[in-house]
């Protein structure tokens, strides 16, 4: 089936630590987005790629990195400069196109950090 | 001022309630108005998405979007105690990026 496959699904950091974590896609989809969020706050977006090797910074991007070297993946960083990264993290992805289209998203992965 | 402003709830209803929800936003730019439904610890998934003004049924679902007063809502009709979940508006417009409601607590009492 296709979809969006997030690992791993919870995750404990301690503080200084950076973290990885996992975003596959096989709907063949051009551009994929990280999202945080946070209760009472909505999504907010960190990066986003429109296509291979290229990215751009959403609203929330420091503290964060991504790499997009294969169409099909887009890892998210999270750093030991992220203030706050205790949150439920969401990967998306959609067709590149006119229209909004629809925006896929994973099952996302929570990162606690103790 | 947030480009979408949702009001988060809670929101009790009995089952078998007509359910309205209802996001509104700033940017007359918005051309794309969605609305997702997200489980809890899930991914949302997208419920109704309609292109300018106008209603969009699907059945027991209702979007409307008015653009002269920036507002949009969903509506459910019957509502099942499998209709509680949080409920996000997205909206976009070419080129940009989604802009995402707070997003609306739902529980369905049986």
């Known amino acids: 089936d296709g979809g969006i496959t997030q690992s791993p699904k919870y995750l404990f950091r301690k503080e200084g630590q950076n973290v990885t974590l996992s975003c596959e896609q096989n709907?063949?989809?051009?551009?994929m987005y990280w999202y945080r969020q946070d209760p009472g706050q909505g999504l907010r977006l960190i990066y986003y790629?429109?296509?291979?090797?290229?990215?751009q910074k959403g609203d929330i991007a420091e503290g964060y990195s991504v790499s997009r070297e294969k169409k099909e993946s887009f890892p998210l960083t999270v750093t030991s400069a992220q203030k706050n990264p205790t949150a439920f993290y969401l990967c998306a992805s959609r067709q590149q196109g006119g229209s909004a289209g629809e925006l896929f998203f994973g099952e996302g992965s929570r990162l606690t950090v103790l | 001022q947030k480009e979408v402003e949702q009001d988060p709830g809670p929101l009790s209803v009995p089952e078998g309630a007509i359910v309205s929800l209802n996001c509104t936003y700033s940017n007359s730019a918005f051309q794309y108005f969605m609305w997702y439904r997200q489980y809890s610890r899930k991914g949302p998934e997208l419920l109704m998405y309609?292109?300018?003004?106008g209603n969009k049924e699907d059945g027991r679902f209702t979007a409307q979007v008015d653009k002269s007063s920036k507002y949009i809502s969903l509506f459910i009709r019957d509502s099942q105690p499998s209709d509680s979940a949080t409920y996000l508006c997205a909206l976009y417009w070419t080129g940009n990026q989604f802009y995402f409601g707070t997003g609306t607590s739902l529980t369905v009492i049986p």
């Open positions: 790629s429109q296509i291979v090797n290229d990215f």
């Open positions: 309609t292109y300018s003004s």
């Open positions: 709907l063949n989809h051009d551009a």
